[in-house]
């Protein structure tokens, strides 16, 4: 069964930029769709960006717009969440899931209920 992770999160100040990372730890990512999704403690986890395999995305949130950057590499073994500009309010765990059922991201990802399986979480804190 397929099974991802995550890596890539860490402290970073007020205005400063990271790239998570999502991989394959069993099976391959093939053709499902990858979303990023981060929840910060005593509120949902909520969508961020997807990516379907033929590099067709989704955005889920607006707060994001123009700052994140949902990305893969051309063998398809990573998908890559690049965040610039990054604020306090983006602190918090970081997750990348899978579509199993689908080749394309779905409209609005509501709080994830499209995908399986999950990886583990990175955890993402910005902070001066």
């Known amino acids: 069964q397929l099974q991802l992770a995550e890596s890539g999160g860490g402290l970073v100040q007020p205005g400063g930029s990271l790239r998570l990372s999502c991989r394959a730890t069993?099976?391959?990512?093939?053709?499902?769709?990858i979303a990023w999704f981060r929840q910060a403690p005593g509120k949902e986890r909520e969508g961020i960006l997807c990516?379907?395999?033929?590099?067709?995305?989704?955005i889920y949130n607006d707060s994001v717009k123009g700052r994140f950057i949902i990305t893969q590499d051309n063998g398809r073994s990573t998908v890559f969440l690049q965040m610039n500009r990054l604020k306090p309010e983006d602190t918090g765990t970081y997750y990348c899931?899978?579509?199993?059922?689908?080749?394309?991201?779905?409209?609005?990802?509501?709080?994830?209920?499209?995908?399986?399986?999950w990886g583990q979480g990175t955890q993402v804190t910005v902070s001066s």
């Open positions: 899931a899978a579509d199993l059922q689908r080749n394309y991201c779905v409209g609005a990802s509501g709080s994830g209920r499209d995908f399986d399986p």
């Open positions: 069993r099976g391959t990512l093939a053709y499902y769709p």
């Open positions: 990516i379907a395999y033929n590099d067709v995305t989704t």
